[in-house]
């Protein structure tokens, strides 16, 4: 006889995939720093290399929903990504290899509390609460790979209309094959895990109210509005 859940166990997060059916999530991973000129707004040191760390499952948003002006926050910041979708798993993924492993691209945008992330920075502590808060991982339906990883490729983001992120996929510092390679050396991979890419230059401050568009050339547009 099987053990019944003693509560409702929680429902499975998915995200559409373009043509036709749902994707499991199982983790979200995010690159904390991929692009040039975004670590030289954010006052870091270029040279050292991009690190990851992780939101919960279920802080992820559908295309078009809106997202609620999060609590603890004077800074509540977008910063536009390319999402790669994990369809087969792996640990120690050469580079070369990476293609295979990928399901299919979306646009996300990691929302960050910027000014509780920066406060904990400074204090050495844990990032979650500047990261990892509910619904701060906005995402469009999943794109199915047909080829190579993307190299290049516009990148963008607007609020209301006007342009605030602008930034190519050829600045990526750590391609998008060495991402899912570096990652899988830290940890196991699985399908269902998604992985936020890093975001280029022009990261800024969202209100209630605002009408947000994020673009990646050849994958989608995300769009959602501030609660
Ligand atoms: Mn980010």
Same mark, same amino acid.
């Given at each position: 006889m099987t053990e019944a859940y003693v509560i409702a166990p929680p429902p499975v997060v998915s995200v559409p995939v373009a043509g036709g059916g749902l994707f499991p999530v199982r983790r979200i991973y995010c690159v904390g720093r991929n692009y040039v000129e975004h670590i030289k707004e954010m006052g870091g040191d270029v040279r050292l290399p991009p690190f990851f760390f992780q939101k919960p499952t279920d802080a992820i948003v559908q295309n078009g929903a809106t997202v609620p002006y999060p609590g603890l926050t004077k800074d509540f910041q977008h910063e536009i990504e390319l999402v790669l979708a994990i369809g087969k798993g792996g640990k120690d993924i050469a580079p070369e290899k990476a293609h295979e492993h990928v399901f299919g691209l979306a646009v996300g945008v990691d929302l960050t509390r910027r000014d509780v992330q920066t406060a904990l920075r400074d204090k050495g502590r844990p990032w979650e609460a500047g990261? *990892?808060?509910? *619904?701060s991982a906005p995402i469009t339906a999943i794109h199915p790979l /047909?080829? #190579? $990883? #993307? /190299?290049q490729g516009a990148v963008w983001l607007k609020v209301n209309g006007q342009t605030k992120q602008s930034g190519d $996929?050829?600045? $990526?510092?750590?391609s998008n094959a060495e991402i899912v390679a570096q990652l899988s050396t830290l940890f196991e991979l699985f399908p269902g895990d998604l992985i936020y890419t890093g975001t280029p230059s022009g990261v800024g401050p969202l209100q209630p109210g605002d009408a947000v568009e994020g673009f990646v050339e050849g994958v989608d547009t995300l769009s959602f509005k501030i609660g």
């Open positions: 990261k *990892a808060f509910d *619904a /047909t080829g #190579p $990883l #993307p /190299t $996929l050829e600045q $990526l510092i750590w």
